[in-house]
């Protein structure tokens, strides 16, 4: 499975941005999806996880209420909304599908986008 993340850029605080992950087969149905982020000097972090069917999903606790993860197997896409974004936010931001049809914090991904760059003016 090949990923492609898009979506990023520069917005100020309180704004909001959209990512996609575009993965390149079907089979990335089967396979939770997660979004992770990586800021400069720290390491990456998982950020949003949603099972294969969408059912169940999972979020960083700095982000809960802001941003919602959601994705359109029928597409071969996943999504990252991030409203209210604060400079904290400011990273690399990364999609990566699951070995698995579930997406947890620490699970196992095995495929990932090459990352899409997010920067939050304060």
């Known amino acids: 499975v090949q990923l492609q993340a898009s979506g990023g850029g520069s917005v100020q605080a309180g704004g909001s941005l959209r990512l996609s992950c575009a993965a390149s087969?079907?089979?990335?149905?089967?396979?939770?999806m997660g979004w992770f982020r990586q800021a400069p000097g720290k390491e990456r972090e998982f950020v949003a996880g949603?099972?294969?069917?969408?059912?169940?999903?999972t979020y960083k606790g700095s982000v809960k209420g802001r941003f919602l993860i959601s994705r359109d197997n029928a597409r071969n896409m996943a999504y990252l909304q991030m409203n209210s974004l604060k400079s904290e936010d400011t990273a690399v931001y990364y999609c990566?599908?699951?070995?698995?049809?579930?997406?947890?914090?620490?699970?196992?991904?095995?495929?990932w986008g090459q990352g899409t760059q997010v920067t939050v003016s304060s």
């Open positions: 990566a599908a699951a070995i698995g049809a579930v997406a947890p914090q620490n699970g196992v991904y095995k495929y």
């Open positions: 087969r079907r089979t990335f149905s089967n396979n939770g």
């Open positions: 949603i099972s294969w069917n969408g059912a169940a999903t």
